[in-house]
Nanobody
Framework: QVQLVESGGGLVQAGGSLRLSCAASRSIFSINVMGWYRQAPGKQRELVAT???????NYADSVKGRFTISRDNAKNTVYLHMNSLKPEDTALYYC?????????????WGQGTQVTVSS
């Protein structure tokens, strides 16, 4: 199992920056995929950015060039660096960890951290 604790959300003006953190309860090397998702009011949860334990990253088209996912292995922490924020980035951001168990995938979620971007 994995426990995930997010932090770093807040209120920021359009064009500003924020950094989200996600601390995992186990070595992130042991987690197959870690990433960030977000859910805006009235919308489905969507992928923002992920990386595999092999180091491959993936970004939603809407955040490419503005957001960067990174990790600190020693701290078992994943970060989401968000620049040039837009009002449409406003959402509850969730950290996610995926553990592959044969043909099954176990998903673990943090409690979420709110990001609000004012225009």
């Amino acid at each position: 199992q994995v426990q995930l604790v997010e932090s770093g959300g807040g209120l920021v003006q359009a064009g500003g920056s924020l950094r989200l953190s996600c601390a995992a309860s186990r070595s992130i090397f042991s987690i197959n995929v870690m990433g960030w998702y977000r859910q805006a009011p009235g919308k489905q949860r969507e992928l923002v950015a992920t990386f595999t334990n092999g180091g491959r990253t993936n970004y939603a088209d809407s955040v490419k060039g503005r957001f960067t996912i990174s990790r600190d292995n020693a701290k078992n922490t994943v970060y989401l660096h968000m620049n040039s924020l837009k009002p449409e980035d406003t959402a509850l951001y969730y950290c996610n960890a995926k553990l592959f168990m044969g043909s099954f995938t176990n998903d673990y979620w943090g409690q979420g951290t709110q990001v609000t971007v004012s225009s």
